[in-house]
């Protein structure tokens, strides 16, 4: 296994749609640079990676003039992507998380497995359509795209919760401290992979 500090990846995807560069450090301090010309979807970026401690430089260009769906989707399957490249073979990874965090009056319970196998649960309930500028049936789509494309298992449920922005920022401030507790290193299994399988 290389050095720890050699966990970082670069991916870009451009389409008719949407043109999208981002680069992530695992071992991070929480650093963001985040530019999708989406402010409420920049600032739930951000809480990722304050909370999980990956450094996180993301600039996306999409058809906004449209509406935000492309754009929300394609940042969730490149920040995926970057996620799964970053970890190599996952060797010495925690693999599991989970976490119930609260947010004033909100409370989200989020459970994550690095598996390798693609699954998002989204209980998930946002009464307003749109929360910002965003729609809110934008969350569900990045975050299945995420999952998709980092090929992580994912639960996330709101247990209790009346302001639809206290809501879905516990879902993401939940999500980065399972991350970051999910990529954490164990040293007593540092050079191998946390699976009877061999491979995850």
Known sequence: MGKISSRQSKVERKTKETSISCQLTLDGSGKSDIQTGIGFLDHMLEQIARHSLIDIELKA?????IDM??????IG???GEAFRKALGNKAG???FSHIIIPMDEALTQISLDI???PYLRWAVHLSPPKIGEMDSELFKEWFYAFVQNSAITLHVESLHGSNAHHIIESCYKGLARCIGEAIS???RISNSIPTTKGIL
């Open 61 to 65: 260009k999409g058809d906004l003039h």
């Open 69 to 74: 769906h492309h754009t929300t989707e394609d």
């Open 77 to 79: 399957i490149v920040m």
């Open 93 to 95: 990874i925690k693999r």
């Open 115 to 117: 598996s390798g196998r």
């Open 185 to 187: 290193i164990d040293s």
